[in-house]
């Protein structure tokens, strides 16, 4: 959760998407066309690689779907980044393609539960089986490639089952992050409901059971214990901020797609980027610590996201 040691762009070039996911928090889909012109977004990125920016994570929307990936993928890499992609696992021709060419450092596939939960909230009846088959003939074709799992209180006591089928199929890595009630998810309870702080804790035992299980395998959680949260360090004034996420217009927001836009700190196509945290920032990190400390265990972005609502911060 603490500001990372080597800075990370969080890059959303466009909102299209083959699914519609019921938990999105961006609420993109097939009718979402915004996206963000190839040189807007690789003049932005030169400048914030001076900024100390090494490492450019691309989101979406399917990211796949951006109509210049190619050459945003070539062009981030030229300009010294490492490039990762978290993808949908329909596109896995395309991602293996971009490996194979040295543009691609690591590959993500994402997974909601197992297909009876997975499918629901990707609306399509197949999608886990999609994205299986994308991540084993990832790794097949010699790409090292990972999950990350969107953890919902319906996919919760699914993870034993699901670890076991993705570390079958070949994953390298998995990622538990719990959803946030932001974008679509707050109009889809049902399947997509956020944990609560006993089942944050249920996790976080969850991956400490799994690391000692498979130890061959990379397991990771965005789920932290109040004693965690309490001794981060993030959120002093002035200092660079890590994750920061552009989004498909452009502008920069600290930590988390969804941030209040009262915390924006400008945008690629001005020119005034300044991707520092602000003084109103860091009082809403100070909230969001004071507010996770009281707690067994939480998320801290997703509090933040929530915390950053607040009119009095």
């Not at 949908?88 to 939960?117: E, K, M, T």
């Not at 399947?191 to 804790?201: D, S, V």
């Not at 990771?220 to 552009?246: C, R, W, Y």
Request: charged letters at 15%.
């Amino acid at each position: 959760m603490s500001d990372t040691p080597t800075p990370v762009l969080h890059i959303h070039p466009t909102r299209m998407c083959n699914l519609t996911c019921a938990h999105c928090y961006s609420r993109s889909g097939p009718m979402a066309r915004d996206h963000l012109a190839l040189d807007t977004l690789l003049a932005g990125s030169a400048g914030l690689f001076q900024h100390g920016y090494r490492q450019a994570s691309l989101s979406g929307g399917e990211p796949m779907l951006y109509r210049d990936v190619d050459g945003l993928c070539a062009g981030l890499t030229a300009q010294g980044y490492q490039v990762s992609v978290i993808t949908n696992g329909w596109y896995c021709d395309h991602v293996q393609r971009l490996s194979a060419n040295g543009y691609l450092h690591s590959v993500s596939i994402s997974f909601d539960g197992l297909p009876c939960v997975h499918d629901v909230i990707r609306r399509r009846k197949g999608a886990f089986e999609k994205a299986h088959a994308g991540l084993k003939s990832l790794v097949a074709a010699g790409v090292e490639t990972g999950a990350v799992i969107a953890v919902t209180r319906s996919s919760l006591p699914q993870l034993p089952d699901l670890v076991a089928v993705l570390r079958d199929a070949g994953a390298a890595q998995i990622q538990f992050h719990p959803v946030a009630a932001v974008g679509r998810a707050t109009e889809t309870p049902g399947h997509c409901a956020e944990l609560n702080e006993e089942q944050m804790l249920r996790l976080l035992l969850l991956t400490e059971a799994f690391r000692k299980l498979y130890p061959e395998t990379a397991f990771g959680t965005d789920a932290l214990t109040g004693i965690d949260i309490a001794n981060a360090k993030i959120g002093q004034p002035g200092s660079l901020i890590s994750p920061l996420v552009v989004d498909e217009t452009g502008r920069l927001h600290p930590y988390a797609y969804g941030m209040n836009p009262a915390h924006s700190l400008g945008s690629l196509q001005d020119g005034h980027a300044a991707p520092y945290i602000t003084a109103p920032m860091a009082r809403v990190i100070a909230a969001t610590r004071t507010a996770c400390q009281r707690k067994l265990a939480s998320a801290f972005f997703p509090e933040l996201v929530h915390q950053a609502q607040q009119p009095t911060l």
